[in-house]
């Protein structure tokens, strides 16, 4: 356990620009926290607790120092059904039990395997929430009510045909330019932060008719309480494995992001899930809402110079000060100024450089990313990385057999005679396997060693062959029973040890090198009388 508990290491690396960060990022999570918790069914207080309770845990025990968690969007959409059925306590009781299984995974070691995410996966889901950020901000910053529905492209098209509020556009409009074009003149100065404050200033200076945050609902006393009872476990556990998986992934992803986004940060993958997973166990105590790592949040972390973990943890300390003693100044901010910071945040998730390599790499990789940045646009997180790993493998898989080739080569010289070794090359074929012989392309081994013309012996060289699975092998012993069929003796040379007993245990006779191969076969055609 010694692993995934905090370290002094953990917080030598903070600096000043950390708590710029942390206020930074608390001010646009509010509004966030806010809608997050009313729209999961919860209520706005539990989108704070969540914020606030998470926000410290994971910031304190998780396995990035950049990463900031919270409610989420896409966490929202997997609750609401949960709340219609079972009511908060089943929310509240999902929560904790995808928390111990996140700690499960955590200690399971569980989150090494997201290395084996491709980057174009990565770069398209980045897009992906990218777009989806952007466009959920479209009816704030246009100044009208966000339309009914979870369909963000529906929303934001029936947002333009509301007749757009000009301030609203203007306030939106310049908080993007100002963060766009700052982060280019001077990238050390927190420009949203001094954005968010310009457009408040100015909305009350001038009195704008703009939409702002409100009043803030009071935390404290904290809601009651309320778990389903234990009959009711059963039926929740597929709902608890979905929140898990998706806490997982939508984190471990961010962090994978937030990591592309600095040059010498790197996250701890498994220590991330035990960290989301502590905050997930003690979030529905305090009556929050399921949580995880937001990358737009995150984003705005790193965008806004945070160094180390001390911002995301300021980050929560500042929402539960600001909740407490700001909260008619928060109030009074306009919503168009945090669509702003958000739609900035959004632009700057997207790395052009990368996406611009990744497209022109090759047809896969552009496949993909562009496949897996639509899902994640029309369907949802987890679908989209799913659909996206699955074409990705099984474009690799296509890529790994067309390398895999079978050549026929010359007889290597032995202690024959030239004369004998004339009459080996007659009626003795050697190929060489280079590649991988798995199920992707050993049928197609199967079918060009079974057209070998009329010959006594053939000889296979394997020592190039880097890997062989169960089809390989039983594709082997086809072409051998269905050669020896026909008179023709194969024999096996150079076979790695690991695949050896694979195949004798098939009845393939195997050779450790190809002079001894040559050897037998020459022994064979003297039996037959081919031979003197």
């Known amino acids: 356990m010694r692993a995934f508990l905090p370290v002094k290491a953990d917080w030598v690396t903070a600096t000043p620009r950390d708590f710029l960060a942390g206020l930074t990022v608390a001010v646009v999570a ?44 896409a966490m929202t959409v997997v609750l609401v059904p949960i709340v219609a059925t079972y009511g908060p306590g089943g929310v509240l009781t999902v929560g904790l039990l995808a928390g111990v299984l996140l700690l499960v995974l955590a200690v399971a070691r569980a989150g090494r395997y997201m290395r084996y995410v491709p980057a174009p996966v990565i770069e398209g889901f980045t897009i992906g929430i990218a777009a989806v950020i952007a466009l959920q901000q479209v009816p704030a910053a246009l100044g ?28 939106a409009g310049g908080v993007v330019l100002v963060m766009l074009l700052g982060a280019r003149w001077k990238p050390a100065v927190p420009f949203s932060l001094l954005a968010v404050v310009a457009g408040t200033v100015a909305a009350e200076i001038w009195s704008l008719p703009v939409a702002r945050i409100g009043s803030l609902p009071a935390l404290l006393p904290a809601p009651s309480l309320s778990f389903v009872d234990l009959g009711a476990l059963w039926s929740l556990l597929p709902s608890a494995v979905a929140v898990a998986a998706l806490a997982a992934l939508e984190s471990l992803l961010s962090a994978t992001v937030a990591d592309g986004m600095t040059v010498n940060k790197r996250h701890d993958p498994d220590r991330e899930l035990f960290g989301q997973g502590i905050a997930n166990v003690v979030t529905p105590l305090f009556g929050g809402v399921p949580a995880t790592a937001a990358i737009a949040r995150t984003a705005v972390n790193v965008r806004s110079g945070a160094n180390s973990r001390l911002a995301a943890l300021v980050h929560a300390v500042a929402l539960a000060v600001i909740m407490l003693a700001a909260a008619p100044v928060v109030g009074r901010i306009p919503l168009a100024v945090l669509a702003g910071v958000l739609l900035a945040t959004a632009v700057r998730m997207i790395e052009v450089g990368s996406v611009r390599v990744l497209m022109r790499a090759n047809r896969s990789d552009a496949l993909v990313l562009a496949l897996t940045a639509v899902a994640t646009l029309a369907l949802d997180l987890v679908t989209a990385v799913i659909m996206g790993l699955v ?33 080996l090359a007659q009626h003795v074929v050697a190929y060489r396997l280079d590649g991988p012989l798995f199920f992707a392309a050993a049928h197609r081994f199967l079918l060009e060693l079974t057209e070998v013309a009329a010959v006594s012996v053939v000889i296979l060289r394997m020592s190039r062959v880097s890997t062989m699975d169960g089809t390989g092998a039983l594709v082997l012993r086809d072409v051998v029973e269905r050669l020896e069929g026909r008179g023709v003796a194969v024999l096996l040379s150079g076979v790695r040890e690991e695949q050896r007993h694979q195949l004798e245990t098939l009845g393939v006779r195997t050779f450790a090198s190809t002079p001894e191969a040559i050897e037998h076969a020459r022994d064979h055609l003297r039996r037959k009388g081919v031979l003197p």
């Open 30 to 73: 509010l509004p966030l926290a806010l809608g997050f918790g009313v729209a999961s069914g919860l209520g706005a207080a539990a989108g704070l607790a969540t914020a606030i309770v998470a926000g410290a845990l994971a910031a304190v025990f998780g396995g990035s120092s950049l990463q900031v968690s919270g409610p989420t969007g």
């Open 144 to 171: 009208v009510p966000t339309p009914d529905g979870h369909n963000v492209v529906v929303n934001a098209v029936r947002a333009f045909g509301s007749g757009p509020a000009l301030t609203a556009v203007a306030l």
């Open 391 to 423: 074409v990705a493998g099984a474009l690799a898989l296509r890529a790994v057999a067309r390398s895999a080739r079978i050549d026929e080569e010359p007889l290597e010289p032995g202690d024959h005679t030239f004369e004998e070794h004339e009459l």
